[in-house]
């Protein structure tokens, strides 16, 4: 099931509930949270997502640090451009399985 993110589905009924976007930073557990260290704040500030801009940018190939700068990139230079952008590329490495732990 990971390797086909078929274990992101019940996120879903997040995103219809209005807890979760498509895209967004993904959400952080507490025990991550030291790792955001001050950007935390800025995560926070905007809905968690099902799919962001490191899982469309190597997925579980980057290192938590990549994960944090990618996650402020998109954070400070989202649009709907960007959106469809990510929402794409991760389609693809979904279906490439790239990526998957």
Known sequence: MRKTSLDELPQLINIL??????????PIV??????????AEAVFSI?????GYWQANGRSDTTY??????DMYYIK???LLMDIKIILK???SVIKKEGAV
């Open 17 to 26: 509930k209005g807890d979760m976007s498509i895209v967004g930073p993904r």
């Open 30 to 39: 507490e025990k991550e949270i030291e790792k955001y260290g001050s950007y």
């Open 47 to 51: 809905l968690p997502g099902l799919t």
């Open 65 to 70: 640090d990549e994960r944090v700068k990618m």
């Open 77 to 79: 230079n989202r649009s």
């Open 90 to 92: 991760t389609f693809i």
